[in-house]
Every structure is written in structure tokens, then in C-alpha cells.
């Protein structure tokens, strides 16, 4: 570990050292975040999965730097350009910026004006102006005479002050102290300019909004970043992001031009050239890339929380479902499911004429009599409100709850390689149907199996950095999986491959140690299974469940490591473990402070005593159904000033998107939200929320629906 990391991040986080130096040893020990934020509480003073992710990235950068520096280094060494100066102002270089200004000047190029000027031997001259412009010994233009040397490019004295100005102007652009003056006036100046290109107003209608527009850059919002970069890329807007022009070229004047006389006049001309040509172009590139690195993290957190609320949407647990992936023409795919998922019985209904629907009824009946449900999922795409309403209006044996389910990524599971390693031998429109169903009983166990960005949260997603995404999504699927934990019994290889310390191939191996020996009957015997060695097993024991087994505790978030702990409170209480988890009387009696050593300390303790209360609990919330106005299924039967039921599907920058069960989510704008004032729209809603909305317009033209959460709204 770097000291000099460490008191950097501890000064940027405003953490104490020791946590983030705590933090950095865990991490270098092959820890992950959710078992150092669970089970090493102490060893950080209780930091949190955020805190512990912003403390690991931010250490990959310093890292990166560092190797980037290295090679800036040695480069420089090699070319013999390396002084004391430079090196030392190459290691306190704190960020990437400052490093690459140092270096540019040095940096290798393609052979530029500049550089050809220089071969043609106008380097002296180049400095006999900078010398006028400062202040020296007066420039007279016949000294350029001297330089003139037809055999080498330079017929006159014209050519020859054009050559200085050249170098000058380079000279002036990669200057490090002029680089950093001007990406502070780009920062706090810069303005996004917008405008349509020639022939693309029809074709770019959708970004009739940014035709004209212009906006200061540092006030722009991510969301609309991001959407003027997905036009420019369509072709139909073209954009900048620079300060006014006169701005930027005083800044090179002011740094090169402190006397007047003609050798000023050339190195005021070099600095214009300089900025337009070679500075500005850099900086604008630079700015655009900050303000998208700052819209992809922000279009990235948007994203992350709706997965985060997506996949800890309520489960339905552990009952019999029929599910129905609604369908027009191809039918209405019907499965049976038990209550751990298996696909017991399949059939197709056809709905979309009478004797369809007799023939339909009959179906379903009869598979509820053989396989009893206590709930029916029915997928929410095409035909979904109206096979919805169907079973509603049919007296179903066993009178199960009858609930929309999301279809989003449901036939991307349908066709992938996990669906077709689960259902060898059914097609996709059953594979389709079993996720449904399966979403319903256990959504984090289910879509798990798909790629987070098909689940129809977030905005822009498709627009940014993939690393970014990809780190972030799978840092929000690690979380929530071990937050619930795992039962290790009857969990896919997907949702196990996401469990602290098992990687695809361990879990794979877990599955097959599992179906070759039978359940697991106890924790311990997890280190049986090939290659799960006691790294591993560390890492992952605490988040792995097993309900029924030898150890109570097995079936708890109590990691092996406390095991004795808990035996010790229970010998002192001259009972059982099982005593004590079934006794509250017991636990009460427990004093955590007489427990505190080198093994736990107080919230390890206290996190142990909650689990004891609640041995297994899940976090989820309980689940609730939903029905929709069953006189409403398009929008075309929508009116302004009607109040609906809604489920929040999305939840965005600049407000959320409300299911009203017309297949066509209407948005309820940031601003109405709330009575209140709603900066965050997360702060107000969250994907899968139950909500009571008012219409406040349809527009049938343009398939779009306005919606207000507000009490009283002015519609």
C-alpha cells in the first residue's frame, strides 16, 4: 500500500486513515465488499458497502496514475529529457491532467507545423520573439532576413516569421501553466452549444428541443449531456462546448505578451493561432469528455438504485404459481410451477375469439384442479391486461391472486444459455412463461439470470462508458444477493456465482457437488467441494443458507467464524443454540458488552444478536398485489382528471414513469412528484412502489401519457 494513497483518500473521503488503510490491507487480502461491510465491521470502524466501493475505486485510479507516471518516467529517461525539475514535477503530480500538461510538451507527435519549422532551423527565431513579447531586447522583423534559407523551405521573411509564430503558438498551447488557466475559464465559462445540421430537421424531430440551444456547461444537466451526444451521434446536431473566444485567447496573450513593439504583435498573432488551432480544440475535447464522464456516473447511480429496487422487489416465496406469457396470435403460454419453481405441466390458450376463450377456461381450470396455485403471474406485455381481466372474471379453483408481472428481459432469458441449460427441451415460449412465474416467487433468484440493462430501468444507459456500467451493475447484483442470502440448496448457478467469494466456476462446482452428493447438510460441508478452498469458504459461508440443516445457525447471516461465540452464550445461559433462537426470553438476557474480544466487537455482536431474533429474515418487503381499473386498457379511454392506480416502472433524472395498466407508461414529471419540493426523484418514488396518480394529459399523436402524484393538481 501507498502511504501517500492512503492520505490522499482519507483527505478526499473525509474518512480517517486507519479506515481507508484498514479498507486497502481487506481488499489486498482478496476481501469483497459486502463480507468486509457484514463480518469486518471492526477492522473499519463499520464502513458501508458505498463508502468501501468509493475507497476500492478510487485506489484503482491512484493506481493507474501511478503506472501512467511510471511510463511518462521512463520514457523521458530513454529520450535522455528527464531532468530534476521535470521528475519532480512529474511525481507531485496529483491528478491525470496535470500529469499529461507536463508531459505534452515532451511527448512524442506526428511531425506538426511547429515541428517543421523547427528542422528548418526557426527555433532562435521563435525565441527572439518570445524574448520581445516579455519585455527584452527589441524585435526588429529585418533580424528574420537572417533566417531565410531557400534550399530548407523558407524563401522569404514572411515564411520565416510564419515558421516562429508556429512554434510559438505550439509552444503557447502545450505550455502546462496556460493548459491549467485555460481548463479552469473552459470549466467555468464553457457553454454547450447545440444546432441541427443541414437536411436533419425531419429526421431529428425527437431532438427538436436542441435545433438552437445553448446552456452553461457546468450547469447543463447529465441527462441532457447525454441526449445531445446521442444526437450528435444520430448525425442530426452538431455541438460545442467552449468558452467565449476572446476569452481564451487573452489568457495566451496575458502569459506571452507583456510589452508592446512588433516582436509582440507576432507572438500576439502566434497566441490566437495557438488557442484556435491547438488549445481550444484540446480543451473542448477534454471538457466534453469530463461532462460525459460526469453524466455516465450520474446516468450509472440512476440505473444502479432501479436495478437495486428491481431485484429487491417483493417475492411472493415459496407457492404454487400458474404463469401465462399473454399472446395474441401465437396464444397464451401457461405453465405450472411448484412452489420452489419446477415446471410441473405446460399448455397454449388461445383468447382472441369466444370459442378460444370457452375452450381457454376449461384449460386453466383443469390445471388448477391438478396443479393447485395460490397465485396466478400474468406477464405485462402485448394481451396482458386482457388475459388479465379474463382469468379475473373466472371462478379459478382455489381462488388464487391474480398479479401483473414485468415481462422486461424475459425473452432475452427465454433465448440464453442459462434458459436452455435449465430447459433443454422446451421451447422459448415456455422458457418465457417459467420466468414470469418464477419472477413472481423469487424476482432476485430469477433476474439474476439476465443482463441488468434489459430490465427497463434507467436512463441512457445504452450511452455510456461499459466499464462503468458493468462494475457498477454487478456491485448492485452482488449487494442485494447478499443481503437476502443464498439458500445454497436450491439455488441456480447464476444467483450463486454472485455470492461473496464464489466466482462462475466455484458455483458451478457447488450445483455439481450438489446434484452428485444430495443437499448440503451443514455449512462445513462446503469445503468438500472441489477448488472452494478457505479463502473462499470465508467469504462466502456467512451468506450462504441452509434451512433444515444439523446447525441452526447454518440457516442464519451468523458467520461459521462466531459459531463458538454463540455456543458460549448459549452454555452461559445453560441452554441450547436452538434454545436460544426460539426463546426471546433468552436473548434478552444477553449482555453483548460481556462478549467484546479480539474475535467480535460490538457491532459484530449487536449484528449477531438481531440475527438471532431473526434467524434467515429477509430483508424484502412483504408482498403486495396490485389490480389496475379494470374499465381502463388504453389510452384512448384515458381523461384528464381521472385518479389511477399505478405501479412505478422507472424512476429518472427528471422524474418517473407510472404503469396505469394501458401499455403505455405515462411520466410523472420531477415536478409533480410531490407537494412538496422533489429535487431527487429517487427521494419520492422507487421502481415497483404502489402509487395513486391523476391524468394530467394524453396525447394520442405521440403515444404519450402525463401524470401528477400531487394531491390537487391543476390539470
Same mark, same amino acid.
Given at each position: 500500500?501507498?502511504?501517500?494513497?492512503?492520505?490522499l483518500?482519507? &483527505?478526499?473521503?473525509?474518512?480517517?486513515?486507519e479506515?481507508?488503510?484498514?479498507?486497502?490491507?481487506?481488499?489486498?487480502?482478496?476481501?469483497?465488499?459486502?463480507?468486509?461491510?457484514?463480518?469486518?465491521?471492526?477492522?473499519?470502524?463499520?464502513?458501508?458497502?458505498?463508502?468501501?466501493?468509493?475507497?476500492?475505486?478510487?485506489?484503482?485510479?491512484?493506481?493507474?496514475?501511478?503506472?501512467?507516471?511510471?511510463?511518462?518516467?521512463?520514457?523521458?529517461?530513454?529520450?535522455?529529457?528527464?531532468?530534476?525539475?521535470?521528475?519532480?514535477?512529474?511525481?507531485?503530480?496529483?491528478?491525470?491532467?496535470?500529469?499529461?500538461?507536463?508531459?505534452?510538451p515532451?511527448?512524442?507527435k506526428?511531425?506538426?507545423?511547429?515541428?517543421?519549422?523547427? &528542422?528548418?532551423? /526557426?527555433?532562435? /527565431?521563435?525565441?527572439?520573439?518570445?524574448?520581445?513579447?516579455?519585455?527584452?531586447?527589441?524585435?526588429?522583423?529585418?533580424?528574420?532576413?537572417?533566417?531565410?534559407?531557400?534550399?530548407?523551405?523558407?524563401?522569404?521573411?514572411?515564411?520565416?516569421?510564419?515558421?516562429?509564430?508556429?512554434?510559438?503558438?505550439?509552444?503557447?498551447?502545450?505550455?502546462?501553466?496556460?493548459? +491549467?488557466?485555460?481548463?479552469?475559464?473552459?470549466?467555468?465559462?464553457?457553454?454547450?452549444?447545440?444546432?441541427?445540421?443541414?437536411?436533419?430537421?425531419?429526421?431529428?424531430?425527437?431532438?427538436?428541443?436542441?435545433?438552437?440551444?445553448?446552456?452553461?456547461?457546468r450547469?447543463?444537466?447529465?441527462?441532457?449531456?447525454?441526449?445531445? $451526444?446521442?444526437?450528435?451521434?444520430?448525425?442530426?446536431?452538431?455541438?460545442?462546448?467552449?468558452?467565449?473566444?476572446?476569452?481564451?485567447?487573452?489568457?495566451?496573450?496575458?502569459?506571452?505578451?507583456?510589452?508592446?513593439?512588433?516582436?509582440?504583435?507576432?507572438? *500576439?498573432?502566434?497566441?490566437?493561432?495557438?488557442?484556435?488551432?491547438?488549445?481550444?480544440?484540446?480543451?473542448?475535447?477534454? $471538457?466534453r469528455?469530463?461532462?460525459?464522464?460526469?453524466?455516465?456516473?450520474?446516468?450509472?447511480?440512476?440505473f444502479?438504485?432501479? !436495478?437495486?429496487?428491481?431485484?429487491?422487489?417483493?417475492?411472493?416465496?415459496?407457492?404454487?404459481?400458474?404463469?401465462?406469457?399473454?399472446?395474441?396470435?401465437?396464444?397464451?403460454?401457461?405453465?405450472?410451477?411448484?412452489?420452489?419453481?419446477?415446471?410441473?405441466?405446460?399448455?397454449?390458450?388461445?383468447?382472441?375469439?369466444?370459442?378460444?376463450?370457452?375452450?381457454?377456461?376449461?384449460?386453466?381450470?383443469?390445471?388448477?384442479? *391438478?396443479?393447485?396455485?395460490?397465485?396466478?403471474?400474468?406477464?405485462?406485455?402485448?394481451?396482458?391486461?386482457?388475459?388479465?381481466?379474463?382469468?379475473?372474471?373466472?371462478?379459478?379453483? +382455489?381462488?388464487?391472486?391474480?398479479?401483473?408481472?414485468?415481462?422486461?428481459?424475459?425473452?432475452?432469458?427465454?433465448?440464453s444459455?442459462?434458459? *436452455?441449460?435449465?430447459?433443454?427441451?422446451?421451447d !422459448?415460449?415456455?422458457?418465457?412463461s417459467?420466468?414470469?412465474?418464477r419472477?413472481?416467487?423469487?424476482?432476485?433468484?430469477?433476474?439474476?439470470?439476465?443482463?441488468?440493462?434489459? $430490465?427497463?430501468?434507467?436512463?441512457?444507459?445504452?450511452?455510456?462508458?461499459?466499464?462503468?456500467?458493468?462494475?457498477?451493475?454487478?456491485?448492485?447484483?452482488?449487494s442485494? =444477493?447478499?443481503?437476502?442470502?443464498?439458500?445454497v440448496?436450491?439455488?441456480?448457478r447464476?444467483?450463486?456465482?454472485?455470492?461473496?467469494?464464489?466466482?462462475?466456476?466455484?458455483?458451478?462446482?457447488?450445483?455439481?457437488?450438489?446434484?452428485?452428493?444430495?443437499?448440503?447438510?451443514?455449512?462445513?460441508?462446503?469445503?468438500?467441494?472441489?477448488?472452494?478452498?478457505?479463502?473462499?469458504?470465508?467469504?462466502?459461508?456467512?451468506?450462504?443458507?441452509?434451512?433444515?440443516?444439523?446447525?441452526?445457525?447454518?440457516?442464519?447471516?451468523?458467520?461459521?467464524?462466531?459459531?463458538?461465540?454463540?455456543?458460549?452464550?448459549?452454555?452461559?445461559?445453560?441452554?441450547?443454540?436452538?434454545?436460544?433462537?426460539?426463546?426471546?426470553?433468552?436473548?434478552?438476557?444477553i449482555?453483548?458488552n460481556?462478549?467484546?474480544?479480539? &474475535?467480535?466487537g460490538?457491532?459484530?455482536?449487536?449484528?449477531?444478536?438481531?440475527?438471532?431474533?431473526k434467524?434467515?429474515?429477509?430483508?424484502?418487503?412483504?408482498?403486495?398485489?396490485?389490480?389496475?381499473?379494470?374499465?381502463?386498457?388504453?389510452?384512448?379511454?384515458?381523461?384528464p382528471?381521472?385518479?389511477?392506480?399505478?405501479?412505478?416502472?422507472?424512476?429518472?433524472?427528471?422524474?418517473?414513469?407510472?404503469? =396505469?395498466?394501458v401499455?403505455?407508461?405515462? $411520466?410523472?414529471?420531477?415536478s409533480?412528484?410531490?407537494?412538496?419540493?422533489?429535487?431527487?426523484?429517487?427521494?419520492?418514488?422507487?421502481?415497483?412502489?404502489?402509487?395513486?396518480?391523476? !391524468?394530467? +394529459?394524453?396525447?394520442?399523436?405521440?403515444?404519450?401519457?402525463?401524470?401528477?402524484?400531487?394531491?390537487?393538481?391543476?390539470?
Open positions: 500500500m501507498n502511504p501517500r494513497h492512503i492520505a483518500l482519507a &483527505e478526499e473521503t473525509k474518512l480517517r486513515p479506515q481507508v488503510r484498514a479498507a486497502a490491507e481487506l481488499f489486498s487480502q482478496g476481501c469483497t465488499i459486502p463480507f468486509i461491510a457484514r463480518y469486518r465491521k471492526e477492522a473499519t470502524d463499520c464502513l458501508d458497502e458505498v463508502a468501501l466501493a468509493t475507497v476500492r475505486d478510487r485506489l484503482e485510479q491512484m493506481e493507474e496514475l501511478d503506472k501512467r507516471r511510471e511510463a511518462v518516467l521512463a520514457s523521458l529517461e530513454e529520450r535522455g529529457l528527464l531532468t530534476e525539475d521535470l521528475k519532480a514535477a512529474l511525481e507531485g503530480a496529483a491528478s491525470k491532467a496535470r500529469l499529461e500538461d507536463l508531459y505534452l515532451f511527448r512524442p506526428r511531425r506538426t507545423r511547429a515541428l517543421i519549422a523547427q &528542422e528548418r532551423g /526557426l527555433a532562435p /527565431l521563435a525565441d527572439r520573439l518570445l524574448e520581445a513579447a516579455s519585455g527584452g531586447r527589441p524585435f526588429d522583423p529585418g533580424e528574420a532576413e537572417t533566417f531565410v534559407a531557400p534550399e530548407k523551405g523558407v524563401p522569404d521573411r514572411e515564411e520565416a516569421l510564419a515558421g516562429a509564430r508556429d512554434i510559438v503558438a505550439e509552444r503557447a498551447a502545450e505550455n502546462p501553466k496556460a493548459r +491549467g488557466i485555460l481548463r479552469g475559464l473552459f470549466v467555468r465559462r464553457g457553454e454547450v452549444r447545440s444546432r441541427v445540421a443541414k437536411g436533419k430537421e425531419e429526421e431529428g424531430a425527437k431532438y427538436r428541443d436542441y435545433f438552437d440551444w445553448t446552456e452553461p456547461a450547469s447543463a444537466p447529465p441527462h441532457r449531456i447525454l441526449a445531445l $451526444l446521442r444526437g450528435e451521434k444520430e448525425g442530426v446536431l452538431s455541438l460545442s462546448f467552449r468558452p467565449p473566444q476572446e476569452e481564451g485567447q487573452r489568457v495566451l496573450e496575458g502569459l506571452f505578451v507583456a510589452a508592446p513593439g512588433a516582436g509582440a504583435d507576432q507572438v *500576439r498573432a502566434a497566441c490566437r493561432d495557438g488557442y484556435d488551432r491547438l488549445a481550444a480544440p484540446s480543451m473542448e475535447t477534454e $471538457l469528455n469530463v461532462l460525459k464522464a460526469l453524466a455516465d456516473r450520474k446516468s450509472v447511480e440512476v444502479a438504485r432501479n !436495478v437495486r429496487e428491481v431485484l429487491l422487489d417483493s417475492p411472493l416465496g415459496q407457492r404454487a404459481v400458474l404463469a401465462v406469457d399473454p399472446g395474441v396470435r401465437t396464444g397464451c403460454k401457461l405453465t405450472c410451477l411448484d412452489p420452489q419453481g419446477r415446471l410441473l405441466a405446460s399448455e397454449v390458450v388461445y383468447l382472441h375469439t369466444p370459442r378460444g376463450r370457452e375452450e381457454g377456461a376449461r384449460t386453466i381450470r383443469d390445471l388448477l384442479l *391438478r396443479h393447485p396455485a395460490e397465485a396466478v403471474a400474468v406477464g405485462n406485455g402485448t394481451g396482458g391486461r386482457e388475459a388479465e381481466d379474463f382469468l379475473r372474471e373466472l371462478d379459478l379453483p +382455489g381462488n388464487p391472486v391474480v398479479v401483473s408481472v414485468s415481462e422486461q428481459g424475459a425473452s432475452v432469458y427465454s433465448a444459455e442459462a434458459a *436452455r441449460e435449465e430447459f433443454p427441451d422446451q !422459448v415460449t415456455v422458457r418465457g417459467v420466468s414470469i412465474g419472477r413472481l416467487q423469487d424476482p432476485l433468484a430469477e433476474l439474476v439470470k439476465i443482463d441488468p440493462k434489459s $430490465l427497463g430501468v434507467g436512463q441512457y444507459q445504452h450511452d455510456v462508458d461499459p466499464k462503468l456500467l458493468r462494475q457498477s451493475l454487478d456491485d448492485v447484483v452482488v442485494c =444477493v447478499n443481503a437476502v442470502g443464498v439458500e440448496n436450491s439455488a441456480s447464476q444467483l450463486l456465482s454472485y455470492v461473496s467469494g464464489l466466482s462462475p466456476a466455484l458455483a458451478a462446482q457447488v450445483v455439481a457437488f450438489r446434484e452428485a452428493s444430495g443437499p448440503f447438510r451443514t455449512r462445513q460441508d462446503l469445503k468438500k467441494v472441489p477448488r472452494l478452498g478457505p479463502k473462499a469458504f470465508q467469504q462466502a459461508a456467512g451468506f450462504l443458507r441452509i434451512r433444515g440443516g444439523a446447525d441452526p445457525l447454518d440457516g442464519s447471516a451468523v458467520h461459521p467464524e462466531h459459531y463458538p461465540l454463540v455456543d458460549r452464550m448459549a452454555r452461559d445461559l445453560d441452554c441450547s443454540v436452538g434454545d436460544l433462537l426460539a426463546d426471546r426470553s433468552l436473548r434478552e438476557r449482555d453483548p460481556r462478549y467484546v474480544g479480539p &474475535e467480535a460490538l457491532p459484530t455482536l449487536r449484528d449477531i444478536l438481531t440475527e438471532l431474533d434467524p434467515g429474515r429477509d430483508p424484502r418487503r412483504a408482498f403486495e398485489p396490485l389490480a389496475f381499473d379494470p374499465n381502463l386498457r388504453t389510452l384512448e379511454d384515458l381523461a382528471g381521472m385518479t389511477l392506480p399505478g405501479v412505478v416502472t422507472n424512476v429518472t433524472a427528471f422524474g418517473a414513469f407510472v404503469d =396505469v395498466g401499455h403505455q407508461d405515462g $411520466l410523472v414529471h420531477l409533480h412528484l410531490s407537494d412538496k419540493y422533489v429535487k431527487d426523484p429517487s427521494e419520492a418514488v422507487r421502481p415497483g412502489q404502489r402509487v395513486s396518480v391523476t !391524468v394530467l +394529459g394524453v396525447d394520442l399523436p405521440r403515444r404519450r401519457l402525463s401524470l401528477s402524484m400531487k394531491k390537487n393538481p391543476r390539470v
